[in-house]
């Protein structure tokens, strides 16, 4: 099967740099990605590593290393709208169970003035 | 606009009763999910289909069940609802080979 773990709560100050860890095991997958979920919303994607390294969009990057099992989404110049929780998930490959797409149970970050 | 409807947006059930939750997308995406999201259990995975007329069993499985006619659409149904199934369900969609899912804004379902 696949699991992912995630730290459940992290607090920043407005204008810092955090880093929201995913480690994850799993047979096979396509690739980790990040979601973000304010309160009272539906999760919206953020950012996707299909290969190793470092993907950057905006504010936001992404980390993959297979060979770690580890990612990471970093988030740089806090601000206040960033404060929601954020999931990782990853995508299963194949066998007869592929095709699922599993998430962590979600990182709540807490942006403060 | 692209994107995935659900329907209803919140509903209350009386324990017992049989309810179906729609979901229907128009980006023809190949694969298709449902999950349900508890209070510090992030997203757990239901059912999902990874094309038309295939389905399979997630985390949470038991309760529910799904169907996958067509491409656009992928109903769940809870033939007989509990008070354990008090959840909001997501909806969501993504082609097969993409790390990117689209989610539908949610039903939140009350079982009493």
């Known amino acids: 099967g696949q699991s992912l773990e995630q730290p459940s709560e992290v607090t920043a100050v407005e204008g810092a740099i955090v880093q929201i860890n995913c480690t994850y095991q799993?047979?096979?997958?396509?690739?980790l990605s990040w979601y973000q979920q304010h309160d009272g919303g539906a999760p919206t994607f953020l950012s996707y590593?299909?290969?190793?390294g470092l993907e950057e969009t905006g504010r936001f990057s992404s980390f993959l290393s297979r060979s770690d099992s580890y990612g990471y989404l970093l988030l740089q110049e806090l601000q206040m709208k960033d404060s929601a929780s954020y999931f990782c998930?990853?995508?299963?490959?194949?066998?007869?169970?592929?095709?699922?797409?599993?998430f962590g149970q979600g990182t709540e970050l807490s942006v403060k003035p | 606009i692209a994107g995935i409807t659900q329907a209803p947006t919140s509903q209350i059930l009386a324990a017992g009763r049989r309810m179906t939750l729609r979901c229907t997308q128009d980006?023809?995406?190949?694969?298709m999910y449902w999950y349900r999201q508890d209070l510090g259990l992030g997203l757990r995975l239901i059912h999902y289909?990874?094309?038309?007329?295939?389905?399979g069993k997630g985390e949470v499985p038991d309760g529910y069940s799904v169907s996958r006619a067509n491409t656009d659409d992928f109903p769940l149904t809870l033939a007989s609802a509990v008070p354990s199934q008090t959840s909001v369900y997501f909806c969501?969609?993504?082609?097969?080979?993409?790390?990117?899912?689209?989610f539908g804004q949610g039903t939140r379902l009350t079982v009493v």
């Open positions: 969501a969609s993504s082609d097969n080979h993409q790390g990117r899912a689209f």
């Open positions: 799993t047979s096979g997958f396509y690739g």
């Open positions: 590593n299909a290969l190793d």
């Open positions: 998930a990853v995508r299963d490959r194949g066998g007869n169970q592929g095709g699922k797409l599993i």
């Open positions: 980006m023809r995406h190949n694969a």
């Open positions: 289909s990874n094309t038309a007329g295939t389905t």
